[in-house]
């Protein structure tokens, strides 16, 4: 048996960043700077972050046109008791067309799929219909999907998979979100 050289054990990895703690966006924008150091195009897609302005969006406009944010939702989606709006439906439905294009086309190094887990959860997206195109991805491509309770079956395609737990925030001592740290 023969060991595998360096460059012919790289590949591009589905990675997982949800649980219910703090951080998930978070560790996958420091995995795309990274990415972006090392000289690889970085897109990112929020699927249901729309309405607020985040520090981010300032950061990746100085990063030039390899290194992309877009916000395809309105915010906060209503879910549970209400029936969800059928405007949200069809934004979740427009980002996944988008992100699924941007993945297959091979023009990123890494797509950042922000809150895919809670459109998942949420049944505005299917999650077969993802799971479908992360097993059809260019070679090289790396894809990151955050949000809470990740679907099993994306958690069993997924080469890493990790799991934010809260141990302790801020917000239960009554300090609300500071600018700069969660926004």
């Given at each position: 048996?023969?060991?595998?050289?360096?460059?012919?054990?790289?590949?591009?990895?589905?990675?997982?960043?949800?649980?219910?703690?703090k951080?998930?966006?978070?560790?996958?924008?420091?995995?795309?700077?990274?990415?972006?150091?090392?000289?690889?195009?970085?897109?990112?897609?929020q699927?249901?972050?729309?309405?607020?302005?985040?520090?981010?969006?300032?950061?990746?406009?100085?990063?030039?046109?390899?290194?992309?944010?877009?916000?395809?939702g309105?915010?906060?989606?209503?879910?549970?008791?209400?029936?969800?709006?059928?405007?949200?439906?069809?934004?979740?439905e427009?980002?996944?067309?988008?992100?699924?294009?941007?993945?297959?086309?091979?023009?990123?190094?890494?797509?950042?799929?922000?809150?895919?887990?809670?459109?998942?959860?949420?049944?505005?997206?299917?999650?077969?219909?993802?799971?479908?195109?992360?097993?059809?991805?260019?070679?090289?491509?790396?894809?990151?999907?955050?949000?809470?309770?990740?679907?099993?079956?994306?958690?069993?395609?997924?080469?890493?998979?990790?799991?934010?737990?809260?141990?302790?925030?801020?917000?239960?001592?009554g300090?609300?979100?500071?600018?700069?740290?969660?926004?």
């Amino acid at each position: 048996m023969t060991e595998s050289s360096p460059a012919s054990s790289r590949r591009g990895l589905i990675l997982i960043n949800t649980g219910p703690g703090k951080g998930k966006t978070t560790a996958a924008l420091g995995t795309a700077f990274r990415a972006a150091g090392n000289g690889m195009r970085v897109l990112i897609l929020q699927f249901l972050k729309g309405s607020w302005h985040y520090g981010e969006l300032d950061s990746a406009l100085k990063m030039g046109p390899d290194f992309v944010i877009k916000q395809m939702g309105r915010g906060f989606v209503k879910v549970g008791g209400a029936e969800t709006d059928p405007e949200d439906i069809k934004m979740v439905e427009d980002a996944w067309a988008e992100a699924a294009d941007a993945i297959l086309s091979g023009d990123w190094d890494l797509v950042v799929l922000d809150e895919i887990n809670y459109a998942i959860g949420y049944k505005m997206l299917d999650p077969q219909a993802v799971a479908d195109v992360l097993r059809c991805k260019p070679e090289m491509v790396h894809v990151i999907l955050t949000g809470r309770n990740a679907h099993p079956l994306l958690i069993e395609l997924a080469d890493t998979v990790t799991e934010m737990r809260e141990v302790k925030h801020a917000y239960q001592k009554g300090i609300l979100a500071q600018r700069g740290i969660e926004f």
